[in-house]
């Protein structure tokens, strides 16, 4: 049940994300607006999966490793440069973090996007010059789904008290609004 409360809290805030989101990504036609989205996604996804692997049970299944994609994105600027790249700017208002079930509600919003890469890469495939630079919105290819169902039985099977799952539900939340803010200010 954990699940259904998920995505009844989030659903408008992940709304409203895209409408910020998905305008830029359609306007996205140069190599440099491109490595501009890609900054974009890797000044909050970095800073927010670093909370989350701090502080994520061990007992994740399959861990959390497989699920980071912060450095899929500096893979992809790499690429397009045809060198190692800075890393850019942070993004230093991420949701708290402070037990596990916070970290679950953090990458549940980190997973719920990574359903839509798919979609996002078919939107940027018209930009030149970067085919070889998708790693990161290519998601997880075809385990896209098996990597979700995983997460959701995981969720779907936490037993924290009231009060935890309640924190769990609103890092999601946060999770959508904090990254909605960053991705308006870099406008």
Avoid at 35 to 52: A, D, H, K, T, V
Avoid at 66 to 87: C, F, H, T, W, Y
Avoid at 149 to 162: A, K, R
Wanted: glycine residues 6%; hydrophobic residues 40%; charged residues 20%.
């Amino acid at each position: 049940m954990m699940i259904k409360y998920l995505r009844e809290s989030t659903e408008p805030l992940h709304q409203e994300l895209e409408q910020v989101l998905i305008p830029r990504i359609k306007q996205t036609n140069t190599q440099a607006a491109y490595i501009s989205l890609l900054q974009l996604f890797y000044g909050y996804y970095y800073p927010l999966e670093q909370y989350i692997a701090a502080h994520l049970d061990t007992t994740f299944p399959g861990g959390f490793d497989q699920r980071r994609k912060a450095s899929l994105l500096l893979q992809d600027m790499a690429a397009i440069n045809g060198a190692p790249v800075e890393p850019p700017p942070l993004c230093t208002d991420i949701p708290e973090i402070a037990d596990a079930g916070q970290a679950l509600g953090a990458l549940y919003g980190l997973e719920r996007a990574a359903l839509g890469e798919e979609v996002i890469s078919q939107l940027l495939h018209n930009v030149p010059d970067v085919a070889k630079a998708f790693t990161f919105f290519e998601g997880y290819g075809t385990n896209s789904q098996a990597m979700w169902d995983s997460f959701e039985h995981y969720l779907d099977g936490y037993n924290g008290t009231d009060v935890q799952k309640a924190r769990l539900i609103q890092s999601a939340v946060d999770t959508f609004l904090k990254f909605k803010l960053w991705a308006s200010a870099a406008k």
